[in-house]
């Protein structure tokens, strides 16, 4: 499996010309295998008000594209929070509506998938898959749930040529 920061390459020649593509590896918590060409985001954080307990929210939403199939993109982004010390998967951060969130005052984090677009298919078969996810931070305190919030943003935003595989 790759490791954390493992750099791999693929090289090929076509009419003269070599062309390479380069992406790292990450371990995760959930066993997946995907490679994604790029995760980026849709807005910085913004504030979505208070939840039930009467924390400040924060919200940032994710779009990914990514070789297909694709069955863990919510777990798969918690694997980048969590090997950049942002999120530990079952404690400060949950995945899912289903999910219920902890009392505390936190930051306390919750992946939900948002269903991205119709997938594609390239010249030679190759099937990619578009995909997006909302990110809420949550916090008794707005500073907290901003400066997490903006530290998901950072760690996600404009990672490209990532393989994250058990």
């Known amino acids: 499996a790759p490791l954390l920061g493992e750099r791999w390459e693929t090289r090929y020649e076509y009419a003269g010309l070599t062309f ?13 295998s995907t490679r994604y060409l790029q995760i980026l985001s849709v807005q910085r954080p913004f504030d979505i008000g208070l939840d039930d307990a009467g924390r400040a929210m924060l919200s940032v939403n994710f779009e990914g594209e990514a070789c297909a199939p694709v069955e863990t993109w919510e777990e798969d982004l918690v694997a980048v ?39 594609y298919e390239t010249h030679n078969g190759d099937r990619y898959e578009y995909l997006s996810a909302q990110i809420v931070v949550r916090a008794t305190s707005y500073t907290v749930a901003r400066t997490r919030a903006l530290a998901i ?8 040529n990532l393989l994250i595989a058990a």
Request: glycine share 16%; no cysteine; charged share 15%.
């Open 20 to 32: 390479a593509h380069e992406w790292t590896g990450l371990v995760p918590t959930a066993g997946s």
């Open 153 to 160: 943003w950072r760690a996600l935003d404009g990672r490209r």
């Open 81 to 119: 929070l969590q090997a950049a010390g942002l999120a530990t998967l079952g404690t400060d951060t949950r995945i899912g509506r289903l999910a219920s969130v902890p009392q505390g005052a936190g930051p306390l984090i919750s992946v939900l998938n948002t269903g991205g677009s119709a997938a």
